[in-house]
Nanobody, 125 residues
């Protein structure tokens, strides 16, 4: 059983930075993928950044150059460093974990086996 716990959200002004953390416990897989998703009120959930099964990273166009996803295997923690935040980045942010090829490829949030409870990010102008 994998458990994901996010933290690090908060309220910042535009141009500020936050670092989100997702501590994963119970991981027993060698090849897996993890991702950060977000959902703003009234909007669809979208993928933000991903660590793929081969260790490479991918980002949504809207955050490229501003967000960086990384992981510390020793701490079983996934990070999302968010710089130059914009009001449109305001959302609930979720991390997700899976090991299956099709889930990792298609990145449909609902198909991830394990998902966290989310952490709120609010960016004011």
């Amino acid at each position: 059983q994998v458990e994901l716990v996010e933290s690090g959200g908060g309220s910042v002004q535009a141009g500020g930075s936050l670092r989100l953390s997702c501590v994963a416990s119970g991981i027993g897989y060698n090849n897996y993928c993890m991702g950060w998703f977000r959902q703003a009120p009234g909007k669809e959930r979208e993928g933000v950044g991903f660590i793929n099964r081969d260790g490479s990273t991918s980002y949504a166009d809207s955050v490229k150059g501003r967000f960086t996803i990384s992981q510390d295997n020793a701490k079983n923690t996934l990070y999302l460093q968010m710089n130059n935040l914009k009001p449109e980045d305001t959302a609930m942010y979720y991390c997700a974990f899976d090991w299956r090829w099709n889930t990792c490829y298609y990145r449909n949030y609902e198909s991830y086996k394990y998902r966290g409870q989310g952490t709120q990010v609010t960016v004011s102008s």
